[in-house]
């Protein structure tokens, strides 16, 4: 992968983002073309004055870290950027973990969504999985600490610790409730990309984030695997990551070359100037011939979406699933003296064929009001046409599978009764995983030990009359089987199980088992667009 740059001249550019501003008209007098940095040297001057008399003279005395922290908030705030933030040096030093696949913790990814704390990711096998906590789940309170008001960092600081400690995590879920989970912190280590055969011949992949060396185990995955008759890469619930990673796993797909992404970005100490940057395939493709799908939700975001565009645009794979996250922003992230770090914006990505990905927010991460009649569309060069309006617009859009009433009923009066659903199936998963010893060709959940799991529950207090309802017992069976076959580490056989309830997955294998090209994929998809559209509006 290579990138090429140009250079584009902005005088209309505003300064409001600039941190340095110009001199006011009572300093005119000291500022002068031949001394430019007096100005500056002023305003540290104010600014150092004001905090000491700040500190020996208001009548409310305030901690030194209190009054410098306050300062460096007024300045990302002034930003209104909502993923510009400065980092302490036990978060740079977190994120320098994750950016290896190990630390010590619970085993999930979490991002601030809609002013909220959310889940975005659940490490398989690991101890928040196991104890059933989900994609989703709202944390809102930490060892019995209110964390409506914190931030992701705030979270984080608190739910990681020493391995063996243990830390209770209250979540809440949609259409259950405040669910508690006592977890114990454990040494955390995540495959970066996880695959399997599903459905007999098609090759599935998932990823969690963007992480290094993910490009080298995807390389790895595809040719082992070229035999394949389609793939299906799932990229929902992944937050991002590197982002020269999804550049790389891009060029694994694409023809030398092509255009795998772009940049406008500021150039470094210049007000006006913008550069642009392309970044071009190289290498040779993996699997030229082999149908694909990539699947994006509402949680795919940053790299994710870098990913999923270039290959949407340049007709590689078909897009399944739901609008994705919409974050196109170009960051840099800076080390700061004593082991601070700064992340700051500075640019916006475009797909290839130039669609922005950046979907705009307000400060608190919310996607602003928009106009979808509006929506600007570009078109590729098979004639396929695509929605330009930030974030990526799936060539097929699939609602994610809801809880029926019956189900929905049955976890909010089980969460009444404090029985913890959530819990008691992956304990009955990883009982079942145990007594499934060695390589286990069909794994299965068995039948008694099931009927025994469900009169557990009724011991325990859940509502027996519920739980003999066909909808409930079978939604059970269902994630007990999921939760078995996770903890016997068995990807396909769990990845089938939740198609069964994952309609996107089960319509991107539906339309890759009858397709033997990409061309037959999109057309075989248009076909089911009509169907699913014919009467009732746009998809």
Avoid: C
């Avoid at 789940?137 to 914190?150: A, L, Y």
């Avoid at 009001?369 to 569309?377: I, L």
């Avoid at 145990?434 to 529950?457: C, H, I, K, W, Y």
């Avoid at 519920?466 to 994630?479: F, I, K």
Wanted: without cysteine.
């Amino acid at each position: 992968m290579r990138f090429m740059r140009s250079r584009l001249s902005a005088p209309g550019l505003a300064l409001g983002a600039l941190l340095v501003v110009g001199p006011s008209p009572s300093h005119a007098q000291a500022t002068t073309a031949q001394d430019p940095t007096t100005d500056e040297q002023i305003r540290f001057d104010v600014f150092i004055n004001t905090l000491a008399a700040i500190e020996r003279f208001h009548q409310t005395a305030f901690a030194d870290t209190l009054l410098w922290d306050a300062a460096i908030e007024g300045m990302i705030e002034v930003l209104d950027d909502p993923y510009a933030a400065v980092f302490r040096p036990e978060q740079v030093e977190q994120q320098d973990e994750d950016n290896t696949g190990n630390y010590a913790g619970i085993g999930v990814t979490i991002s601030q969504l809609n002013e909220v704390v959310t889940v975005t990711a659940v490490n398989r096998g690991f101890p928040a999985d196991q104890v059933g906590m989900m994609e989703g789940d709202i944390i809102v309170e930490v060892d019995g600490t209110d964390t409506s008001d914190w931030t992701t960092a705030d979270v984080s600081d608190v739910i990681r610790g020493p391995a063996g400690t243990l830390v209770t995590v209250v979540v809440e879920r949609e259409g259950v409730g405040r669910i508690p989970f006592p977890i114990t912190r454990a040494q955390v280590h995540v495959d970066l990309v996880q695959a399997d055969r599903i459905a007999d011949d098609l090759l599935y992949i998932a990823m969690d984030r963007f992480a290094r060396e993910s490009t080298t185990e995807l390389d790895s995955i595809l040719q082992a695997n070229t035999d394949a008759s389609g793939i299906v890469f799932d990229l929902r619930r992944n937050p991002g990551g590197f982002l020269d990673e999804a550049l790389s796993m891009a060029d694994l797909f694409l023809e030398p070359g092509l255009r795998l992404a772009s940049t406008t970005v500021r150039e470094q100490g210049e007000a006006y100037e913008l550069i642009e940057e392309d970044y071009v395939a190289e290498v040779t493709p993996r699997v030229p011939d082999v149908p694909m799908v990539v699947l994006v939700d509402e949680f795919s975001a940053s790299a994710s979406e870098i990913l999923a565009g270039a290959l949407q645009d340049h007709d590689r794979a078909l897009v399944l699933g739901e609008r994705s996250f919409g974050k196109g922003v170009v960051q840099v992230v800076l080390n700061l003296p004593h082991g601070y770090r700064l992340r700051v914006t500075n640019g916006e990505w475009n797909t290839p064929l130039g669609r922005s990905l950046h979907r705009p927010r307000d400060r608190q991460g919310r996607p602003l009001a928009e106009n979808v009649d509006t929506f600007p569309k570009i078109t590729t060069a098979s004639g396929r046409e695509l929605v330009a309006a930030g974030g990526i617009f799936p060539d097929l859009t699939i609602p994610n599978d809801t809880l029926t009433t019956a189900e929905r009923e049955f976890l909010q009066d089980a969460a009444e009764r404090e029985v913890p659903i959530p819990l008691r199936i992956a304990e009955f998963g990883f009982s079942q995983a145990q007594a499934q010893t060695g390589e286990v060709n069909a794994p299965a959940v068995d039948e008694s030990a099931f009927r025994a799991f469900v009169d557990g529950l009724v011991a325990e207090g859940a509502n027996a009359e519920m739980l003999g309802d066909p909808e409930v017992e079978s939604y059970l069976r269902w994630q007990a089987e999921i939760s078995t076959f996770d903890r016997l580490g068995r990807l396909g056989p769990a990845t089938e199980a939740r198609m069964r309830r994952d309609p996107a997955l089960a319509e991107a294998v539906a339309l890759l088992t009858g397709s033997a090209t990409q061309p037959e994929l999109y057309a075989a998809a248009a076909v089911e667009r009509a169907e699913m559209t014919d009467g009732t509006g746009s998809n």
